[in-house]
């Protein structure tokens, strides 16, 4: 069974960092790609970051030039650096795995919360 486990979130300050991580368990990490989402409250869910296996990425607009995706195959973990946070991204953030080979599932992990605020 397939499983995601997300930390790092926390409260930051205006300007500060953080470095969010989301190991994944229960199959080959290296056929899926991977996804931050994030929700604020009364807002929709909205993709953030992504990245293939081949590490190809996709930022959001929003938080381009901010904020970076990456993973490590070996320890079947994706990280999100967050720099220069603002109020603005404060929402709840979720790991996404999209098996791109057959049956093409999605899967969620249970989210982590990051409040940016003085």
């Known amino acids: 069974q397939v499983q995601l486990v997300e930390s790092g979130g926390g409260l930051v300050q205006p300007g500060g960092s953080l470095r969010l991580s989301c190991a994944l368990s229960?199959?080959?990490?290296?056929?899926?790609?991977m996804s931050w989402y994030r929700q604020a409250p009364g807002k929709q869910r909205e993709v953030v970051a992504v990245?293939?296996?081949?590490?190809?990425?996709n930022y959001a607009s929003s938080v381009k030039g901010r904020f970076t995706i990456s993973r490590d195959n070996f320890k079947n973990t994706v990280y999100l650096q967050m720099d220069s946070l603002n109020p603005e991204d404060t929402a709840a953030y979720y790991c996404?795995?999209?098996?791109?080979?057959?049956?093409?599932?999605?899967?969620w992990g249970q989210g982590t919360q990051v409040t940016v605020s003085s």
């Open positions: 229960g199959s080959i990490f290296n056929i899926y790609t």
């Open positions: 996404n795995a999209k098996r791109m080979v057959p049956p093409t599932i999605d899967y």
């Open positions: 990245i293939t296996s081949g590490g190809a990425t």
